[in-house]
Nanobody
Framework: QVQLVESGGGLVQPGGSLRLSCAASGFTFSSYSMRWYRQAPGKERELVAHITSDGGSTNFADSVKGRFTISRDNAKNTVYLQMNSLRPEDTAVYYC?????????????WGQGTQVTVSS
Protein backbone atom coordinates (compact mmCIF):
# COMPACT_ATOMS: atom_id res chain seq x y z
CA GLN A 1 0.00 0.00 0.00
CA VAL A 2 1.43 3.36 -1.07
CA GLN A 3 1.66 5.95 1.66
CA LEU A 4 3.08 9.44 1.94
CA VAL A 5 2.80 10.78 5.45
CA GLU A 6 3.67 14.40 6.14
CA SER A 7 4.58 15.70 9.57
CA GLY A 8 6.16 18.73 11.19
CA GLY A 9 3.53 21.35 10.53
CA GLY A 10 2.20 23.69 13.18
CA LEU A 11 1.93 27.26 14.35
CA VAL A 12 5.01 29.46 14.15
CA GLN A 13 5.65 33.16 14.50
CA PRO A 14 6.80 35.25 11.54
CA GLY A 15 10.52 34.87 11.07
CA GLY A 16 10.50 31.41 12.58
CA SER A 17 11.39 28.03 11.11
CA LEU A 18 9.79 24.65 10.62
CA ARG A 19 10.97 21.42 9.07
CA LEU A 20 8.42 19.28 7.31
CA SER A 21 9.01 15.59 6.73
CA CYS A 22 7.31 13.22 4.34
CA ALA A 23 7.79 9.50 4.96
CA ALA A 24 7.14 7.25 1.99
CA SER A 25 6.29 3.57 1.83
CA GLY A 26 4.87 1.06 -0.61
CA PHE A 27 6.87 2.12 -3.65
CA THR A 28 10.49 2.51 -4.77
CA PHE A 29 11.12 5.92 -3.26
CA SER A 30 14.57 6.35 -4.81
CA SER A 31 13.08 6.12 -8.31
CA TYR A 32 10.71 9.05 -7.82
CA SER A 33 11.26 12.77 -7.93
CA MET A 34 9.63 14.49 -5.00
CA ARG A 35 7.80 17.77 -4.69
CA TRP A 36 6.26 19.89 -2.00
CA TYR A 37 3.10 21.77 -2.88
CA ARG A 38 1.01 24.08 -0.79
CA GLN A 39 -2.54 25.32 -0.87
CA ALA A 40 -3.81 28.35 1.00
CA PRO A 41 -7.52 28.91 1.61
CA GLY A 42 -9.24 30.13 -1.54
CA LYS A 43 -6.13 29.65 -3.66
CA GLU A 44 -4.93 27.06 -6.10
CA ARG A 45 -2.36 24.48 -5.12
CA GLU A 46 1.12 25.72 -6.00
CA LEU A 47 4.45 24.00 -6.42
CA VAL A 48 6.91 25.04 -3.74
CA ALA A 49 9.97 22.86 -4.24
CA HIS A 50 11.20 19.92 -6.28
CA ILE A 51 14.06 17.48 -5.88
CA THR A 52 15.22 14.85 -8.35
CA SER A 53 15.23 11.16 -7.51
CA ASP A 54 18.94 11.14 -6.65
CA GLY A 55 18.80 14.46 -4.83
CA GLY A 56 21.22 16.00 -7.28
CA SER A 57 19.03 18.87 -8.40
CA THR A 58 16.49 21.09 -6.72
CA ASN A 59 14.15 23.86 -7.79
CA PHE A 60 12.05 26.35 -5.87
CA ALA A 61 9.20 28.74 -6.42
CA ASP A 62 10.37 32.33 -6.57
CA SER A 63 8.34 33.11 -3.46
CA VAL A 64 10.44 30.77 -1.31
CA LYS A 65 13.89 30.95 -2.90
CA GLY A 66 16.57 31.63 -0.35
CA ARG A 67 14.26 30.71 2.54
CA PHE A 68 13.28 27.08 1.91
CA THR A 69 15.44 24.08 1.16
CA ILE A 70 14.40 20.60 0.08
CA SER A 71 16.39 17.45 0.75
CA ARG A 72 15.87 13.71 0.79
CA ASP A 73 17.27 10.64 2.44
CA ASN A 74 16.72 7.67 0.15
CA ALA A 75 17.92 5.29 2.86
CA LYS A 76 15.08 6.50 5.07
CA ASN A 77 12.51 6.97 2.27
CA THR A 78 11.95 10.51 3.49
CA VAL A 79 11.90 13.96 1.94
CA TYR A 80 12.23 17.15 3.95
CA LEU A 81 11.31 20.78 3.53
CA GLN A 82 13.26 23.17 5.73
CA MET A 83 11.41 26.46 5.96
CA ASN A 84 13.17 29.50 7.39
CA SER A 85 12.20 33.16 7.70
CA LEU A 86 8.57 32.19 7.54
CA ARG A 87 6.00 34.80 6.57
CA PRO A 88 2.24 34.96 7.10
CA GLU A 89 1.78 34.35 3.37
CA ASP A 90 3.44 30.95 3.80
CA THR A 91 0.37 29.82 5.71
CA ALA A 92 -1.12 26.85 3.86
CA VAL A 93 -1.60 23.12 3.87
CA TYR A 94 1.62 21.56 2.60
CA TYR A 95 1.49 18.36 0.57
CA CYS A 96 4.26 16.08 -0.59
CA UNK A 97 4.07 14.44 -3.96
CA UNK A 98 5.99 11.63 -5.61
CA UNK A 99 6.24 11.42 -9.38
CA UNK A 100 7.77 9.05 -11.88
CA UNK A 101 7.27 8.74 -15.61
CA UNK A 102 7.00 5.21 -16.94
CA UNK A 103 6.73 4.76 -20.71
CA UNK A 104 5.42 8.29 -21.08
CA UNK A 105 2.78 7.93 -18.39
CA UNK A 106 3.12 9.76 -15.06
CA UNK A 107 2.65 7.88 -11.84
CA UNK A 108 1.90 10.22 -8.95
CA UNK A 109 1.22 9.80 -5.26
CA TRP A 110 0.06 12.39 -2.75
CA GLY A 111 0.20 12.76 0.99
CA GLN A 112 -2.70 13.95 3.13
CA GLY A 113 -1.12 17.32 3.91
CA THR A 114 0.09 19.10 7.01
CA GLN A 115 -1.05 22.55 8.14
CA VAL A 116 1.48 25.34 8.49
CA THR A 117 0.27 28.55 10.11
CA VAL A 118 2.51 31.59 10.38
CA SER A 119 1.05 34.12 12.76
CA SER A 120 1.95 36.26 15.74
Amino acid sequence: QVQLVESGGGLVQPGGSLRLSCAASGFTFSSYSMRWYRQAPGKERELVAHITSDGGSTNFADSVKGRFTISRDNAKNTVYLQMNSLRPEDTAVYYCNAERWILGVPRRYWGQGTQVTVSS
